[in-house]
């Protein structure tokens, strides 16, 4: 494991959420791609105060100790056999579902967990390669060794378990792939343009909230990590997913669960 990287496990054994989180180090970077979409212009300088990402998606099994522990409901999709095994990732969660999982994971450790803004994962997503197209650099998905075979399995009828595929460059999964990920930010198309240098975290409202990622319902799976998306928080969809963030200054190997 990474130097900086934080492991914990919460739970019984057999019944535990086990979450390892990737330090993303402070620092600029260049969001956004002149080639994009219009939505990803214009490029920008941006500061990202060190923060800490999951490697992972949050998978079916860890949310499902979330439900357990809560009584919240349980996520529509959790009887399909495509999409219920537990190392896939968890879909069918809404925005405000994902906020209440990272706050309740909050509480439980006594640290900060939140969803990332958009900011944080694009920085995340590029893994240390400034203005990479790609978690891996500027190649296509479709010259990738394992991209043919991947579709032709877990992604023709759902997501694949977490952790497939070559982690970037900060030991992130499947970052442009598997399923989109809910971010923290309400999402404007303009937003770009007025945005903060430093630690920008979306409009104040808005009717959609942000997203990023690629996904296994898509004709192009994978998606370039400066690629926007963005859904109403309500809605539930069998591509959408997410991972957590924690905005944590701690040193400490480990993160002591309250009692």
């Known amino acids: 494991m990474d130097g900086g990287a934080i492991a914990f496990r919460h739970g019984e054994a057999g019944d535990e959420i086990s979450l390892t989180l990737a330090r993303i180090p402070e620092g600029w970077f260049l969001m956004g791609c002149a080639e994009g979409q219009d939505n990803e212009k214009p490029v920008h300088r941006v500061w990202i105060d060190e923060f800490r990402l999951g490697i992972f998606q949050v998978t079916n099994a860890d949310y499902a100790h979330f439900v357990r522990a809560t009584g919240a409901a349980s996520p529509p999709f959790c009887s399909d056999p495509a999409l219920n095994l537990p190392d896939q990732p968890v879909t069918g969660v809404s925005w405000f579902e994902a906020d209440k999982y990272c706050k309740w994971l909050a509480d439980e450790t006594g640290h900060k967990f939140r969803l990332p803004t958009e900011a944080e994962w694009e920085r995340a997503a590029?893994?240390?390669?400034?203005?990479?197209?790609?978690?891996?650099?500027?190649?296509?998905?479709?010259?990738?060794?394992?991209?043919?075979?991947?579709?032709?399995?877990?992604?023709?009828?759902?997501?694949?378990?977490?952790?497939?595929?070559?982690?970037?460059?900060?030991g992130l999964y499947n970052t442009c792939d598997n399923v989109h990920e809910w971010c923290g930010d309400w999402y404007s198309p303009e937003y770009y343009?007025?945005?903060?240098?430093?630690?920008?975290?979306?409009?104040?409202?808005?009717?959609?909230?942000?997203?990023?990622?690629?996904?296994?319902?898509?004709?192009?799976?994978?998606?370039?990590?400066?690629?926007?998306?963005?859904?109403?928080?309500?809605?539930?969809?069998?591509?959408?997913?997410?991972?957590?963030?924690?905005?944590?200054?701690?040193?400490?190997?480990?993160?002591?669960l309250k009692k």
């Open 126 to 170: 590029r893994g240390g390669r400034e203005g990479a197209l790609f978690p891996w650099g500027d190649a296509s998905p479709q010259s990738l060794p394992d991209y043919t075979e991947r579709c032709a399995g877990h992604w023709k009828h759902g997501p694949e378990p977490v952790g497939h595929g070559k982690a970037n460059g900060y």
């Open 193 to 256: 343009a007025v945005s903060p240098e430093c630690n920008p975290r979306g409009p104040e409202t808005g009717a959609r909230r942000s997203s990023r990622g690629g996904s296994w319902r898509h004709h192009i799976k994978v998606s370039r990590c400066a690629a926007r998306s963005s859904i109403p928080p309500e809605f539930q969809y069998a591509d959408y997913g997410f991972r957590v963030a924690c905005g944590m200054q701690s040193q400490t190997s480990e993160i002591i």
